[in-house]
C-alpha cells in the first residue's frame, strides 16, 4: 500500500533563517505531489504541485520554493523566513488518475 | 469561480445522536467532492469521495453522502456520534486539470465536539 511521510513534525525557526521541509510517498509511482499550508483563520491553501520529476508550479506567489529532486520526494524550502510563514504546512499525493488526494501527518511552522 | 461553504462553524453534538455537517459548493461542471477529518494536530484523513453515480456514498468510520445536485449540496451525516469522532471536518471539490493532477478547493471546516 501507498505511505506518505513528511519531516520534521515539528520545527520553531527565526525570522531569516532558511527552511527545508521533506516529504516521501512510497508505494506508488510517477505520483502527482503538492503541498498546501493551514494558517490560523486562512483554511487549507495549494502551494505547488508537481506532475513529475523537475516540473512545480506555484499557485501563490510567496516566500517559499518547491522542488522535486526525484520521482516521490517533495522538498519545501525557503531562503529566509517571515513571521508570515508559520502554519501547519501538508504534503499530498494522487496517483495516475489524479482524482483523489491523500495527505500526509503535516509539519507545524513556527517562525519566531 | 469554484467554492465551498461550510455554514457551521463549530457542531457540538451528544455521544449516540445523530450529526450531519453540511457542504454546499459552487461549480460550474459535474464536481468531484470529498469529505476530509483532521484531528488535532494531525494530517487530513480521508472520510469518502463523490465523483459520479450512486448520490449516496459510504465512507470510513461508518460516515456516509449524499449528493444533491438541485442543492449543489454534499452533507456528511452518521446515525450515531462517538466520542472519538471529535475532530475538524473539511468538505472540498476538486478541479481535474489535463495532467491527471487534481486543485482541491476546501471548505472553512467545521468542528466537530461530542459530549458525552
Known amino acids: 500500500s501507498q505511505t506518505i511521510h513528511q519531516w520534521p513534525a515539528t520545527l520553531v525557526q527565526p525570522v531569516g533563517s532558511p527552511l527545508s521541509l521533506e516529504c516521501t510517498v512510497e508505494?506508488?509511482?510517477?505520483?502527482?505531489l503538492y503541498w498546501y499550508r493551514q494558517a490560523a483563520g486562512r483554511g487549507l491553501q495549494l502551494l505547488f504541485y508537481?506532475?513529475?520529476?523537475?516540473?512545480i508550479s506555484s499557485e501563490v506567489p510567496q516566500n517559499l520554493s518547491a522542488s522535486r529532486p526525484q520521482d516521490r520526494q517533495f522538498i519545501l524550502s525557503s531562503k529566509k523566513l517571515l513571521l508570515s510563514d508559520s502554519g501547519f504546512y501538508l504534503c499530498?499525493?494522487?496517483?495516475?488518475?489524479?482524482?483523489?488526494?491523500?495527505f500526509g501527518e503535516g509539519s507545524w511552522l513556527t517562525v519566531v | 469561480a469554484q467554492s465551498v461553504t461550510q455554514p457551521d462553524i463549530h457542531i457540538t453534538v451528544s455521544e449516540g445522536a445523530s450529526l450531519e455537517l453540511r457542504c454546499n459548493y459552487s461549480?460550474?461542471?459535474?464536481?468531484?467532492l470529498f469529505w476530509y477529518v483532521q484531528s488535532p494536530g494531525q494530517g487530513l484523513q480521508l472520510l469518502l469521495k463523490?465523483?459520479?453515480?450512486?448520490?449516496l456514498v459510504q465512507g470510513i468510520k461508518g460516515f456516509e453522502a449524499e449528493f444533491k445536485r438541485s442543492q449543489s449540496s454534499f452533507n456528511l451525516r452518521k446515525p450515531s456520534v462517538h466520542w472519538s469522532d471529535a475532530a475538524e471536518y473539511f468538505c472540498?471539490?476538486?478541479?481535474?486539470?489535463?495532467?491527471?493532477?487534481?486543485?482541491?478547493?476546501f471548505g472553512a471546516g467545521t468542528r466537530l465536539a461530542v459530549h458525552p
Open positions: 508505494g506508488t509511482s510517477n505520483p502527482n
Open positions: 508537481s506532475v513529475g520529476i523537475g516540473q
Open positions: 472540498a471539490v476538486g478541479r481535474m486539470f489535463s495532467g491527471g493532477y487534481n486543485k482541491l478547493i
Open positions: 461549480y460550474g461542471a459535474t464536481p468531484y
Open positions: 499530498a499525493w494522487s496517483g495516475d488518475s489524479g482524482n483523489t488526494i491523500y
Open positions: 463523490y465523483f459520479s453515480g450512486d448520490t
